[in-house]
């Protein structure tokens, strides 16, 4: 049989992911034209001409969605399967965090939606959700990306509610400083977070040593406390 001479389309797809009240959140639009016209998608687009790959993701999300503000960025993977699209498309889906304290202005057709309450997505749109989640927590446990998720400055409780919205579980505070103090990972700011109205004490801020992704720990795990 002769090889076939057409080759496939090279598209680029971004996992975008924000903790939003309390929850993990994935970046969607919802597809104007078919193939599953009406259903909601990651955004991306084709691969322009002389672009990187990283570079024509951040242009798609820049023109599509309006999204410019991502702390880091990622290869999570190829989607290779023929039979994935109707248009043979070879997709590589990136990873991209936002910052909690950031609120970007959302076109019509885009909106967040929790990654444990996903509607139903187009092509395998949904797998490769699943596949940013867990590229996301495993490397909570013995990298720093947390300050890809996390404001400038926080408390540790404040921290310890973003690690748990993005692991799936409770984390222990006193587990993650130590974690992230390891190979100083975190650093105390001087100031502090005014009390509530409840009063109490004003809860020390930290920051994230540096905003660029390093290993903290290579043998850390960020697991469940005991019950």
């Known amino acids: ?50 672009e990187t790959l990283e570079a024509s993701i951040r242009r798609h999300l820049a023109a599509k969605v309006d999204v410019q503000e991502l702390a880091h960025v990622e290869q999570l993977g190829s989607w290779s399967e023929p039979a994935r699209s109707p248009q043979w498309e070879i997709a590589t889906a990136f990873l991209g965090l936002v910052p909690a304290d950031v609120d970007p ?12 309450e996903l509607p139903p997505l187009a092509f395998d749109h949904g797998e490769i959700v699943l596949a940013g989640r867990e590229r996301l927590r495993g490397k909570l446990s013995y990298t720093n990306v947390g300050f890809a998720l996390a404001p400038d400055a926080f408390s540790l409780s404040e921290l310890r509610d973003l690690y748990a919205a993005a692991l799936g579980h409770d984390v222990s505070a006193t587990n993650l400083k130590r974690v992230l103090l390891r190979r100083s990972g975190l650093e105390p700011t001087g100031a502090r977070r005014e009390p509530g109205r409840s009063g109490g004490r004003p809860a020390k801020l930290y920051r994230f040593r540096s905003r660029r992704l390093e290993i903290t720990d290579p043998f850390a795990a960020l697991r469940p406390p005991p019950r």
Request: hydrophobic letters at 45%.
């Open 1 to 50: 049989m002769p090889e076939s001479t057409t080759a496939p389309h090279q598209i680029v797809l971004a996992v975008v992911l924000q903790v939003r009240s309390g929850r993990l959140a994935s970046l969607l639009w919802q597809r104007a034209l078919g193939p599953f016209a009406g259903a909601w998608a990651l955004p991306g687009g084709r691969l322009g001409e002389g």
């Open 105 to 116: 202005r959302l076109p019509e057709d885009t909106a967040w939606h929790a990654v444990d």
